[in-house]
């Protein structure tokens, strides 16, 4: 087992006693310390035994990192900062860009609260009493099968989430540990978030660099191919418990998908990382959509992941926040072809629209993104009306629509609009359709 630590220095001391002390003899600057974590480590849960109030005043919820604020939620925007992907839309940190575009091939799996500091491979953050010199952290890293971080009290936690100007930033500190727990040792470019000292808060350490990056990837866990990386663009339907949830995104396989969700059957002990997994399902609509009924118990608010079929490193998808119960504007429920014939005749079929409202099919060459009637839609402008019409009692229709002869080969995304007659404008997921 190794252990590694992030120290806090006075600037002096960067240039002279930090780096004779800390420098690997290489080429590069980042540097690894040999070894990965297996697919089954990528849950990382806290113990909440911190004992600062300033750990503990951030109260304030925000929908990217659904049921969780405080150091928690400091913790996790940590590991979500390592991610293939923004996690969510990457907002909820004022002092970067986003969240989560890490652009490496590793992607943690948040799993919430632990019950105890666990043992040295069970993946938990917690704090430690006492003081170690001007050593903040450390992580004890049996590598392949987990690991352990450890946060001295000495020093006063701050939960953010905004810029910190005293004490010390846990979700800085805790990206750079979590960095070690995925087999990176320190690096010599200063600008790294795995530099191996820190001087002021450690702020500066929430956001990797292109060190950081180029070490998971060349170092580790291989280069980031998007052709083949599982993500996830979208979550919508219902995420009621016994809804119908459907995930869009890309790279998914035919059959064998599964989702990954925050336990709260399975977390409750020190040993108890592993997520609450749906699986065998298969991919739709060009292997771009997973559907899938929300859990009735066994879940809780946090991330979902698709971890598709097969096995190797780049195989999980980034996070996405999901609140069980939280989606309504964007529940409907949207199927059909993902291919059709010049001519021919197609049909679209939806549910979980709101009773007896209007609706309107439109249709766009790019899911760019666009805002109508309030509502954020998938497609990008411009788009088109295809048809429109009225939903039954139950919230569902259908239609049906011609594809005329001499289309040439394309791709266009469609998606539902569904207005209940209130204000409220909803929409469903996207699909693509192309015609062949
Ligand atoms: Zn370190």
Redesign the pocket.
């Known amino acids: 087992m190794k252990a590694?630590?992030?120290r806090l220095l006075g600037g002096a001391f960067l240039f002279t006693a930090a780096v004779p002390l800390f420098l690997p003899e290489t080429a590069t600057a980042w540097a690894t310390i040999g070894g990965s974590l297996n697919l089954n480590q990528r849950d990382f849960r806290i113990f909440d035994n911190f004992s600062d109030s300033q750990s503990h005043n951030n109260t304030t919820e925000h929908a990217n990192w659904p049921g969780y604020t405080e150091i928690e939620m400091a913790c996790w925007k940590g590991g979500a900062e390592w991610g293939s992907r923004l996690f969510g839309d990457g907002s909820g940190d004022s002092t970067q860009a986003g969240v989560g575009d890490g652009k490496a091939n590793f992607n943690f799996f948040w799993n919430g609260e632990a019950s105890g500091i666990g043992g040295t491979n069970d993946n938990i953050n917690s704090a430690l009493g006492g003081s170690s010199g001007g050593v903040l952290a450390?992580?004890e890293t049996p590598i392949s099968d987990g690991w352990r971080i450890r946060y001295y009290e000495v020093w006063t936690w701050h939960d953010g989430p905004n810029t910190v100007t005293n004490g010390i930033d846990m979700q800085g500190v805790a990206c750079?540990?979590l960095?070690?727990a995925l087999g990176l040792?320190?690096s010599n470019d200063i600008g790294a978030t795995?530099y191996?000292s820190i001087t002021g808060t450690g702020v500066g350490q929430r956001s990797i660099n292109a060190d950081d990056q180029a070490g998971l990837q060349q170092g580790i866990y291989g280069a980031r191919d998007d052709s083949t990386l599982p993500r996830i663009a979208d979550l919508s339907g219902s995420t009621a418990p016994g809804g119908t949830a459907v995930i869009t995104g890309a790279n998914y396989t035919l059959t064998a998908n599964r989702v990954w969700f925050n336990s709260t059957t399975l977390d409750g002990g020190q040993t108890g990382g592993e997520p609450y997994e749906i699986t065998n399902l298969d991919s739709t609509n060009g292997q771009t959509q997973i559907s899938f009924t929300v859990p009735s118990s066994g879940i809780e608010d946090g991330g979902i992941h698709v971890r598709k079929g097969g096995s190797g490193h780049d195989r999980l998808s980034e996070g996405h926040p999901f609140a069980i119960g939280s989606v309504d504007v964007d529940s409907i429920l949207l199927t059909g072809p993902a291919t059709a014939n010049s001519p021919s005749l197609i049909t679209y079929n939806w549910t979980q629209a709101p009773p007896d409202s209007t609706w309107w099919m439109y249709y766009s060459k790019t899911l760019n993104g666009t805002t109508i009637n309030g509502q954020p839609f998938d497609l990008g402008d411009p788009y088109f009306e295809l048809a429109s019409g009225t939903n039954d009692a139950t919230g569902s229709d259908s239609v049906s629509v011609f594809v005329p002869p001499g289309v040439p080969s394309i791709t266009v995304y469609l998606e539902l609009r569904a207005d209940d007659g209130q204000g409220t404008t909803f929409d469903s997921n996207a699909l693509s359709l192309t015609i062949q």
């Open positions: 590694l630590s992030l450390y992580t750079h540990e960095g070690h040792g320190h795995m191996p």
